[in-house]
C-alpha cells in the first residue's frame, strides 16, 4: 500500500514536472517568437536611424531651390557652404548620440542597426569633406556665388524687396559673370572631375536663382516692373558660362583617350579603397580581380563542356552563336519572359526555397524600354515592373538583330527571376513592409547580390538543363566575372572605355552595341564606381553564407532565404551577423574574407 502511494506520487511529481518542463518550453517558444516578432520592424537603434535620415533631408529640402527647371523637379544641386556646414553638424551630433548608447546590451539587431548608422555617418562627412575639397577648387571660377546664396536666403523667408535694388544686383551679378567666362575663356583646360564639378556649382546656382525669382515674380508688383530683364540676361549667361567650363574639361589626366566618345572620370584606387571600406568588403581591387579571374576560369570550364555537348567541340564562340540565333520574332518577346519566369517560379516552388506572398505573385508589371533608353541598357531592368528590351519600328536592321540576338530565351532564362521573383521585385516588395527604415542603408551589394544570389543557385541546383541553356546562364555568369575585371581596371586608370568594350565583345561574346550600352552606362555618372563589382561579388558572399548556415544544416533554404528578404539592404557582412547573432564590438572593423582563393 505504502509502496502503491509512492509509485502514485513520483508518479504525479513525474507528470508535474513534465507540464512544468512543457510549459516552459512553450513560454521560451513564445518568448522567442516574441522577441523575433518585436524585431522584424524594429531595433533598440532603429529610432536614430529614423531620426537622422529626417534630420539630412530636412537641412537638404530646407537649403535647396524650390523650383522647376526644364520641366522637371531640380532639387538635386551643389550642396552650398551653408548647407555643407549644417550637414556636418549633423552627422557629427549623430555621432555623440550614438555614444550613449549601451551598445553592450543591445539585442544583434540593434548592434546591427547602430554598426550601419555610424558607419553611414560616417561616410557621408567623408563625402561632405571631400565634396568641401573639390568646390573650394573652383570657387576662384565662381565669384559671384555668394551674391546668388544671399539672394536666395531671403526667398526662403519671404523679405519683402526692393525690386530696383534687385535689378541693380542681378546686373551687377551679370558683370561678374561676364568677367568670369571671359577669363575662364583664355584657360585651355582643366581636369574633368574640377569641370563636371564646375558645371554643376553653375547650374545650381542658375536653379537657385531660379527659385528666388519664381518666388516673387507676378506677386511683389514692384519686383515684377524691375526685375525679368536683368533676370533673364544673367540666367542665359549663366547656363552658357556652365557649357564653356564643361567643355574645357580634358579626359586624358584621368581617362586615356580613346575612340569610344565616352567620357568618364576613373575615380582612383584610394577612392576605390574608401568605397571598399564603406561597403565592408575587406578586400583591395586587385584581390577582387583576381577573385573575377578564378570565377572566370569555372565558367570557361563549364563553357567548353557544353560547346563540346553541342558538337562544336572547344570552339564556344559558335556554340554561342548558335544560342544567340535562338532569338524570338518581334512582338514577341513579352510571351516569352512570362514563359520563362513560370518556368523560374515553378522550379523555386516545387524545392521549396522562399516563402513568395501571393500578392507579389499577383503585382508585378511589365513595360517596353524606349530605343533611347535602349542605348544604356540593352538588356532587362526590374523593381517593380519588367523593363524589357526589344527592336522598336525606329531602329536600324543592324540594332534590332543585335537587340534580339543579346536578349535569346537561353540569355533571358538566367535572369528573368533576377528582375522579378525572387530577385529585384520581391526586393521591392519586401523592403517596403519590413525594416523600411534600412533603406537608409542601400548597398548594390545586397539589391543586385541578392538577384545574382539565384542565379548562382539556381544553376547550382540544376535549372540549366541543356547545354544551351548552360550557355544562356554562363553568359551571364561570365558577363559578371567581366564587370569585376573591366571596371575596376577602369577606374585604376589601366584600361579606356573602348578596351572595356573590347574586352566584353572578345571575352564575353557580346553583341558590340550591347558591349558599348553596357560601358557607356558604368561609366557615364549614374552609378558609383563599385556598382558593377557588386552583382557578382554581392552575390558570392551570399553564397558563402549559405554554405556556412545551409549546406551545414543549421537552416533550411526557405528559413535562410526568408530571414535575409525580412532584413532589408545593409552590408551582406551585416546580414551574416544579424542571421549568426554574431558578437559585435562597439568600433566593429569589416573582417569577414568569404572567398575561398584556394578552392
Known amino acids: 500500500m505504502v509502496q502503491l502511494k509512492l509509485q502514485k506520487s513520483l508518479t504525479l511529481v513525474l507528470v508535474t514536472l513534465i507540464y512544468l518542463i512543457l510549459k516552459s518550453n512553450q513560454t521560451l517558444a513564445q518568448t522567442t517568437a516574441g522577441t523575433a516578432a518585436m524585431y522584424e520592424q524594429s531595433s533598440e537603434t532603429s529610432g536614430l536611424v529614423i531620426q537622422y535620415g529626417q534630420d539630412v533631408n530636412a537641412i537638404r529640402d530646407f537649403y535647396s531651390p524650390y523650383t522647376k527647371i526644364d520641366g522637371y523637379e531640380d532639387q538635386s544641386v551643389q550642396t552650398s557652404p551653408d548647407e555643407r556646414k549644417r550637414l556636418i553638424e549633423i552627422g557629427n551630433g549623430y555621432l555623440e548620440k550614438l555614444k550613449q548608447l549601451d551598445f553592450d546590451s543591445m539585442s544583434i539587431y540593434g548592434k546591427v542597426d547602430y554598426t550601419l548608422l555610424k558607419k553611414e555617418i560616417v561616410y557621408d562627412l567623408g563625402s561632405l569633406k571631400k565634396d568641401e575639397t573639390e568646390y573650394n577648387q573652383i570657387t576662384a571660377y565662381i565669384p559671384f556665388a555668394d551674391d546668388i546664396y544671399q539672394l ?20 551687377n551679378i551679370l558683370k561678374a559673370v561676364n568677367t568670369s567666362k571671359a577669363l575662364f575663356a583664355s584657360v585651355s583646360s582643366i581636369d574633368m572631375p574640377l569641370a563636371r564639378k564646375g558645371k554643376a556649382a553653375v547650374l545650381g546656382l542658375r536653379s537657385r536663382l531660379k527659385s528666388f525669382y519664381d518666388f516673387y515674380i507676378g506677386y511683389d508688383p514692384n519686383f515684377t516692373w524691375w526685375a525679368p530683364k536683368p533676370y533673364k ?8 558660362y556652365a557649357a564653356l567650363i564643361y567643355s574645357r574639361g580634358k579626359i586624358n589626366t584621368t581617362q586615356k583617350p580613346d575612340s569610344s566618345g565616352i567620357k568618364g572620370v576613373p575615380v582612383g584606387r584610394d577612392e576605390l579603397i574608401r568605397e571598399l571600406q564603406a561597403e565592408m568588403i575587406p578586400y583591395t581591387p586587385e584581390e577582387l580581380i583576381k577573385l573575377a579571374n578564378k570565377e572566370f576560369a569555372y565558367c570557361d570550364a563549364e ?32 510571351e516569352e ?20 506572398p501571393p500578392l507579389a505573385e499577383e503585382t508585378w508589371g511589365m513595360t517596353m524600354l524606349t530605343p533611347e533608353a535602349q542605348l544604356v541598357n540593352p538588356f532587362f531592368l526590374g523593381g517593380s515592373q519588367i523593363m524589357i528590351s526589344y527592336p522598336t519600328n525606329t531602329m536600324n536592321e543592324e540594332d534590332k538583330l543585335m537587340s534580339m540576338r543579346g536578349n535569346n530565351p537561353y540569355f533571358s532564362r538566367g535572369t528573368v527571376q533576377h528582375e522579378l521573383l525572387p530577385g529585384h521585385n520581391l526586393q521591392y516588395f519586401m523592403n517596403s513592409r519590413y525594416k523600411s527604415y534600412r533603406q537608409a542603408f542601400y548597398t548594390p551589394f545586397w539589391i543586385e547580390g541578392w538577384s545574382l544570389y539565384w542565379e548562382l543557385l539556381l544553376y547550382q541546383q540544376g535549372f540549366a538543363q541543356t547545354p544551351e541553356q548552360r550557355i ?41 552595341a550591347n558591349a558599348e550600352g553596357e560601358v557607356r552606362r558604368s561609366f557615364k555618372g549614374d552609378y558609383g564606381p563599385l556598382y558593377q563589382v557588386a552583382y557578382l561579388t554581392g552575390g558570392l558572399q551570399l553564397m558563402a553564407l549559405k554554405h556556412e548556415l545551409v549546406d551545414s544544416g543549421k537552416m533550411t533554404y526557405k528559413q535562410f532565404h526568408d530571414a535575409i528578404i525580412k532584413e532589408n539592404t545593409m552590408p551582406i557582412e551585416m546580414v551574416r551577423a544579424t542571421l549568426t547573432n554574431q558578437k559585435l564590438e562597439r568600433d566593429f572593423v569589416t573582417k569577414w574574407r568569404f572567398y575561398d582563393f584556394g578552392r
Request: charged fraction near 25%; charge should be positive.
Open 303 to 334: 563553357m567548353l563542356k557544353a560547346s563540346n555537348e553541342m558538337g562544336f567541340g572547344n570552339d564556344w564562340h559558335k556554340a554561342l552563336e548558335k544560342v544567340k540565333n535562338s532569338y524570338v520574332p518581334a512582338g514577341k518577346q513579352p
Open 233 to 240: 540676361n544673367l540666367d542665359s549667361a549663366l547656363n552658357v
Open 472 to 512: 544562356g546562364m554562363l553568359f551571364w555568369r561570365m558577363h559578371r566575372c567581366a564587370r569585376i575585371i573591366f571596371s575596376l581596371n577602369y577606374h585604376l586608370g589601366n584600361w579606356t572605355p573602348q578596351q572595356c568594350i573590347d574586352f566584353l565583345v572578345d571575352r564575353v561574346g557580346h553583341e558590340r
Open 152 to 171: 536666395e536666403k531671403k526667398r526662403r523667408r519671404g523679405i519683402s524687396l526692393d525690386g530696383q535694388g534687385v535689378a541693380l544686383q542681378l546686373n
Open 337 to 356: 519572359i512570362l514563359k520563362l519566369y513560370n518556368d523560374a517560379l515553378s522550379f523555386i516552388k516545387e524545392r521549396d526555397l522562399i516563402t513568395i
